[in-house]
């Protein structure tokens, strides 16, 4: 394991360097990203200038729950992104020079890019949490604490378990990239508001199937206090860090198994 963190810094380092080469470029991008993020929050406010409350949320909650799910998703996006190629690397044959080296072809898709402009959106997302705790009440126990500080990783594993999941219908398919794309780009979309005011399909959907609920919904009701509207079990608020271990082992068992029964390029 150290040994890979050791590799994957290296080849983060040039990466970014690289990235950097180009400053004005960088700026622009990372600028140009974060105004669009901030667009995005700007429906929410919107939102709520015509309607005081979402079922029992408030402006305070809700923008809590889209800053969350916003920070996971923009380290999730800013580390494994570049999924969204995969499915080119497997028509091409590229992939298949990945499995001819000594290191393990997830880590070296991983490994391949990072994408720092997307820390805007990160950082669009913090802006958003510091306006959400001043507009709401909390009542912080070391308890709130640990959970707030680990509903992030929890969160950018569980989005990066879907994104790996979706890139092994590359496999199979000649290109699942749209597909992919509704549970991960759509994910976060559908993640930034509580699940209670969707329908009882989609809401099923979201907790039990592609565990997006456990993105930020349960860890917000423990830290903010607040009754579950739909009557769920209160164990739920805590199960994020069980969830996203269960997330990441079945995205590495679909992977596994989807390079197992790869063909190549040439068939």
């Known amino acids: 394991m150290a040994e890979h963190i050791l590799v994957w810094r290296r080849l983060v380092g040039a990466q970014i360097r690289a990235q950097l080469q180009y400053r004005l470029s960088f700026v622009l991008d990372f600028v140009g990203s974060g105004v669009i993020s901030f667009i995005d929050f700007l429906a929410v406010l919107v939102l709520f200038h015509n309607v005081p409350r979402l ?5 305070g909650e809700v923008a ?7 920070i996971s998703f923009a380290f999730t996006d800013m580390l494994v992104g570049h999924f969204d190629q995969f499915p080119q690397k497997v028509r091409d044959g590229n992939f298949d020079i990945l499995l001819v080296r000594p290191r393990s072809p997830l880590f070296q898709v991983i490994a391949s ?5 997307r820390l805007a959106k990160a950082v669009q997302g913090g802006a958003v949490l510091v306006y ?5 009440d909390v009542h912080w126990t070391a308890g709130r604490v640990g959970m707030l500080l680990l509903s992030i990783p929890c969160g950018i594993v569980i989005f990066a378990s879907v994104w790996v999941i979706g890139a092994c219908l590359a496999f199979w398919t000649t290109d699942g990239g ?6 991960t780009y759509g994910g976060n979309f559908l993640a930034q508001y509580p699940i209670d005011i969707y329908s009882t399909w989609l809401r099923r959907f979201l907790a039990y199937i592609v565990p ?4 930020c919904y349960f860890p917000a009701l423990y830290i903010l206090g607040k009754p579950d509207p739909l009557g769920l079990p209160r164990f739920l608020e805590f199960s994020s860090p ?9 995205a590495s068992v679909v992977w596994r198994f989807a390079v197992r029964h790869y063909r190549s390029a040439g068939g």
């Open 212 to 215: 997006l609920a456990f993105v």
């Open 55 to 59: 079922n029992t949320w408030d402006v």
């Open 132 to 136: 959400a705790l001043q507009h709401v």
């Open 113 to 117: 890019d990072l994408a720092l402009r």
């Open 242 to 250: 069980a969830v996203a271990v269960a997330a990441a082992f079945v």
């Open 178 to 183: 749209e597909f992919t794309n509704a549970f």
């Open 64 to 70: 809590f729950l889209y800053a969350l799910s916003s």
